[in-house]
């Protein structure tokens, strides 16, 4: 593993310890060239998953980058890191037991929605103003009334 500081390519493990009820290994690592300390998280990974854009572009899904769009949804809301991070992993596993490669990247902001409706109703209609672009009040409200109707 390389060193993040300084470029190394030799570091050391100095503890390692399951995490997310098993699902990955936590590792803390010392460089042995500078000295500075990280930390490192493997899991295991079914397949390869490329997300197909709108706009026809592909990129690798990326499992920081969903986190960081549910987490943004979720600030400053009452909701457990750890459920949080539950939700993740099965919309990662939901997506590599699928049996496609590809995965369009509605499909994704869709299984966000869903998860989202299940954790915080307040970031559920944060993550869809800005998945589906809401433009003005006008969308919230219609938004906001189809929730009652279970259509969200």
Known sequence: MRCPFCGAEDTQVKDSRPTEE????????????CGARFTTFERVQLRELVVVKRNGKREPLDRDKLARSMNIALRKRPVEPERVERVINSIIR???SSGESEVPSDAVGQLIMEALATLDSVAYVRFASVYRNFREARDFEDFVGTLGDGDG
Do not use: K, Q, S, V
Not at 22 to 33: E, F, L, M, V
């Open 22 to 33: 098993g699902a990955a290994i936590r590792r803390r690592r010392a460089c042995t060239a």
């Open 94 to 96: 939901r997506l590599e």
